[in-house]
Structure formats: C-alpha cells, structure tokens
Nanobody, 122 residues
Framework: QVQLVESGGGLVQAGDSLRLTCAASGRTFNSYTMAWFRQAPGKEREFVAAMRSIGSTNYADSVKGRFTISRDSAKNTVWLQMNSLKPEDTAVYYC????????????????WGQGTQVTVSS
C-alpha cells in the first residue's frame, strides 16, 4: 500500500511559479514510477509528468520546458516545479504511483492522492 498526500497548490498570476509536493508513505518508494496528472473542470484527467526511480522522465507537450518533476528517495517525496504558469494550467493536480515503466495512461497508476488545486489568473 502507498498513500500519497499532495500540497503546494494555490492561486497565482500568469507567469508565476509554484512547487507541488507529494509525500508518499511506504518502504518501497523506489519500486514505483511517480507521476503528476491534472484535471480541469469538465475535462478528463490528463498526464502531466512522470519519473522513474532511475531518473528517466516524461512530460506532456503542453508543459515541456516549463515544468520539472523530481524525486528524493530518502524523503519519499516527489515534486513538480511549475514555472511560467498559464491560465490553462488551472486544474486539480494529482500525484500518482504505479509499478510500471513510464506511462502517460491514467489507468496504469495504482495509487492516487486527493489532489491539490492550482488556479492561475490572467
């Protein structure tokens, strides 16, 4: 079992930065690919970024160059650094964990956090 708790969301202006944090429980953190997804009102939950314990990453085209995912095995923590935020980044952001290779498919991830709201005003 893995429990995930996100934090760090908030209301910011376009062009600002935010860093989301996902704290994971459990002693097998390195076994999991960690990912961030987001869901805007009325839209499907979509992939944002993912990272394996060996360091490989993948990003959605919409955030490439602006967002950075990182993780620290000693702290069982994953971060999403979001720079140059845009109004279209407004969504609930979810942390996810799965014993998979890097994948953008939501159903491949087994564990999910409760989400944290990010709102970007223009």
């Amino acid at each position: 079992q893995v429990q995930l708790v996100e934090s760090g969301g908030g209301l910011v202006q376009a062009g600002d930065s935010l860093r989301l944090t996902c704290a994971a429980s459990g002693r097998t953190f390195n076994s999991y690919t960690m990912a961030w997804f987001r869901q805007a009102p009325g839209k499907e939950r979509e992939f944002v970024a993912a990272m394996r314990s060996i360091g490989s990453t993948n990003y959605a085209d919409s955030v490439k160059g602006r967002f950075t995912i990182s993780r620290d095995s000693a702290k069982n923590t994953v971060w999403l650094q979001m720079n140059s935020l845009k109004p279209e980044d407004t969504a609930v952001y979810y942390c996810a964990a799965g014993r998979v290779l890097i994948t953008t498919i939501r159903d491949d991830y087994t564990y999910w956090g409760q989400g944290t709201q990010v709102t970007v005003s223009s």
